[in-house]
């Protein structure tokens, strides 16, 4: 299983951007994993930002809830981060995890499969 994200950028608080995350695998990887987003920014610890399951469940960490959506195309098998209202503060590397699981914690250690990361900067 591989992971890859892209669409980050720049842009100025306010603004949005959408990431994507491509899975290469099976045909039915995303139908049957569980995968995420998660964001670190230079100094602090990785943290969660949402997370979808096979069924198209999804969960939001408090500081994204109402500005980001997650989503996904299975049979694109990609995974998508809308970003809406853009803080400074969510200035980050975002990553693209995935784990062969039923339930998504918010949590770096349920996933095992990583991608390389993706640059969010915004301004103020």
């Known amino acids: 299983v591989q992971v890859e994200e892209s669409g980050g950028g720049s842009v100025q608080a306010g603004g949005s951007l959408r990431l994507s995350c491509a899975a290469s695998?099976?045909?039915?990887?995303?139908?049957?994993?569980?995968m995420a987003w998660f964001r670190q920014a230079p100094g602090k610890e990785r943290e969660a930002v949402a997370s979808?399951?096979?069924?198209?469940?999804?969960d939001h960490a408090e500081p994204v809830k109402g500005r980001f959506t997650v989503s996904k195309d299975n049979v694109k098998e990609i995974m998508f981060l809308q970003m809406n209202s853009l803080k400074p503060e969510d200035t980050a590397t975002y990553y693209c995890?995935?784990?062969?699981?039923?339930?998504?914690?918010?949590?770096?250690?349920?996933?095992?499969?990583w991608g390389p990361g993706t640059q969010v900067t915004v301004s103020s």
């Open positions: 995890a995935a784990a062969a699981r039923s339930d998504c914690p918010l949590s770096t250690h349920a996933y095992n499969y």
């Open positions: 979808i399951n096979f069924n198209g469940h999804a």
């Open positions: 695998s099976s045909r039915w990887f995303l139908s049957m994993y569980c």
